[in-house]
């Protein structure tokens, strides 16, 4: 029984610690808005990514208790060396037919959340939604 706690503990420490925040709780990940791009330039790679549309949001609103968290599905743009790719991605994809991330033209790019978060009975303008976005050159 003491190592199922110590191995919970464990894990548990690791979860925390694994947080990808900064100090003032904002996020590491560059992020993109509804209906907007970013670009960035990789070695000598110029490279866009785009959010086109949130195709469902199924997220526990806050201060909700829920069985599941829920995820987010968005459609995306993806363009480097002059090709576009489009991608649909899920921030929780479990029981979902999408992915998480997905690897194009040497990039992984993974959706990892998306803000602000969902409340109850209200729709933030879409000049407020931002995806949280990470893509790593391979």
């Known amino acids: 029984m003491k190592k199922i706690v110590l191995a919970v503990l464990a894990l548990s420490i690791c979860t925390l610690f694994a947080c990808k925040k900064n100090k003032d709780g904002k996020s590491e990940y560059p992020f993109v808005y509804l209906n907007d791009c970013i670009s960035k330039m990789y070695s000598h790679d110029n490279i866009r990514l785009c959010f086109n ?48 991330d997905t690897v194009v033209d040497g990039y992984r790019i993974e959706f990892i959340d998306l803000k602000p978060d969902r409340e109850q009975g209200t729709i933030p303008p879409p000049s407020q939604v931002r995806a949280e976005v990470k893509i790593t050159r391979l």
Request: aromatic letters at 8%; proline letters at 6%.
């Open 53 to 100: 549309e949130i195709i469902s949001d199924s997220r526990c609103p806050k201060g909700m208790y829920c069985i599941w968290e829920g995820a987010v599905v968005g459609k995306f743009t993806f363009s480097s060396n002059n090709k576009s790719h489009v991608l649909t991605l899920a921030t929780n994809p479990l029981n979902l037919p999408v992915s998480k």
